[in-house]
């Protein structure tokens, strides 16, 4: 069943920023309006809240995003002269509506209608989305757009949202809900950590359908250094390693850590008594970057909408890939070992994550997002991540896409909740999955984007 958002006085300020827009705009050219690609930025920041308070895993909220921006992609695809459609690209993607050769349609328009009705139909806050809907509606209107071609943007934006959700019930999706994971209780391999000692999340992830990748274990890491506690192993050296530097960890390190946990859901433990907090997901943290990334080079409406889908789809990729590979491998977390075989009091900095430890999903998809960045951008990648203030944490900046991408990896492992080869295994994963999807779809179609 739809819910209402519930967080009142955050959904005021998110609606009151699309309402004052229109009142301002009213007298103002639809074309100016509606192309605006800050209306973009502004409608997916809100989709990534939605997300937040519906708590998806992360592997959920990479799929929302993922087939909300391909289906406002394949819009903009089809006026022809700034992206070419993703049909025959995408696994199993095809029929995708074209529109009547007599069809008054404003294009970008369209495309937020398709954006936000695949959003809402992937989420559960209902009534969020339709203020959403609501109001970009009325922001066309105000803006002077004449009526015929409202109508047949709204219509056409709806079909192709239709056929993009209709081409989602093959993904496996449906067949993945419930599942669970079985702990072998076998030396080495994972079991449940504390504080809430979930089961594990998403074990039927890696059936789940590709969009680019030929198969989840297209880009398979090497293996993890073999269990043993030898103190003389190279898996032992692993854990100790985790271990001092968490000990050790200095003012800046604690901040990078926190400011990349992204946790969902992190349970809070105060004596008797337990509750938790919510939080961006890892996608919904590089959705934010790819929103400043394209301000910050003035990007139009067009690769902005590019930005964010490559972005998407590399991330909903890139989380198959690393799903396929931490339950091939069902590596014990650094937790389980310190605390079975070096120090039974010892605990991570962040709270460990409900999932096998290799390899690091967070940072599979931020180095594939961040080479979706690079490619389309090249060399302009530099910016300030505000994204992080709501939950308290100071802004970061960054030369490069790439350079938040690497700090990523280093956050997990200063958090204790990584081996150091894991998220040096998963960033060149990533890469490769980014690589891929600049390959087979975006880069044929956005040199000439502005």
Not at 257 to 281: I, R
Not at 315 to 321: E, H, L
């Amino acid at each position: 069943m739809k819910k209402s958002f519930g967080f009142h006085s955050v959904l005021a300020i998110l609606i009151a920023l699309i309402t004052i827009s229109s009142c301002k705009q009213k007298s103002s050219n639809y074309v100016i309006v509606m192309h605006d690609p800050l209306l973009y930025n502004d409608v997916m920041h809100k989709l990534n809240y939605v997300v937040i308070y519906d708590i998806f895993t992360p592997p959920v909220a990479s799929r929302v995003f993922a087939y909300s921006n391909l289906a406002a992609y394949e819009v903009l695809a089809n006026e022809g002269g700034h992206l070419q459609s993703m049909e025959g690209k995408v696994k199993d993607l095809n029929n995708i509506p074209h529109p009547a050769a007599y069809a008054k349609i404003d294009f970008p328009f369209a495309s937020l209608i398709a954006l936000i009705k695949v959003g809402d139909q992937l989420t559960f806050s209902g009534d969020t989305m339709k203020i959403l809907m609501d109001s970009v509606k009325s922001l066309a209107q105000n803006s002077g757009m004449p009526d015929d071609m409202f109508n047949s943007s709204v219509a056409f934006g709806n079909q192709v949202a239709d056929s993009v959700k209709s081409w989602s019930k093959n993904d496996n999706y449906a067949k993945t809900r419930g599942s669970s994971f079985t702990v072998t209780g076998l030396l080495g391999h994972w079991s449940p950590t504390p504080p809430g000692y979930f089961d594990a999340v998403e074990p039927l992830w890696p059936t789940m359908r590709c969009m680019v990748m030929d198969s989840a274990n297209m880009f398979p890491p090497p293996p993890p250094p073999a269990f043993s506690t030898d103190t003389t192993s190279s898996f032992y050296k692993l854990n100790k390693e985790v271990m001092y530097t968490v000990n050790n960890l200095d003012s800046t390190q604690k901040w990078i850590a926190n400011f990349w946990d992204c946790n969902s859901f992190k349970l809070h433990v105060q004596g008797h008594a337990m509750f938790a907090t919510k939080a961006m997901t890892p996608p919904g943290h590089w959705m934010e970057i790819v929103g400043t990334i394209s301000r910050n080079n003035h990007a139009d409406f067009y690769k902005t909408a590019a930005a964010y889908t490559g972005a998407a789809i590399g991330m909903y990729d890139a989380f198959i890939c690393c799903w396929y590979t931490k339950y091939k491998f069902d590596l014990i977390r650094p937790e389980t070992y310190i605390n079975k075989y070096i120090n039974q009091d010892w605990m991570p900095y962040l709270q460990t994550p409900p999932f096998p430890e290799y390899n690091s999903a967070h940072s599979t998809i931020s180095a594939a997002a961040a080479t979706v960045l690079g490619a389309l951008y090249k060399d302009n990648t530099a910016f300030k991540d505000s994204s992080e203030r709501d939950w308290g944490w100071p802004d970061r900046s960054f030369k490069t896409s790439d350079e938040a991408a690497l700090e990523v990896s280093l956050s997990r492992f200063y958090g204790g909740i990584h081996y150091k080869q894991s998220v040096q295994t998963a960033y060149v994963q990533g890469k490769q999955i980014g690589n891929l999807v600049m390959s087979k779809l975006i880069g044929k179609g956005t040199d000439n984007l502005k």
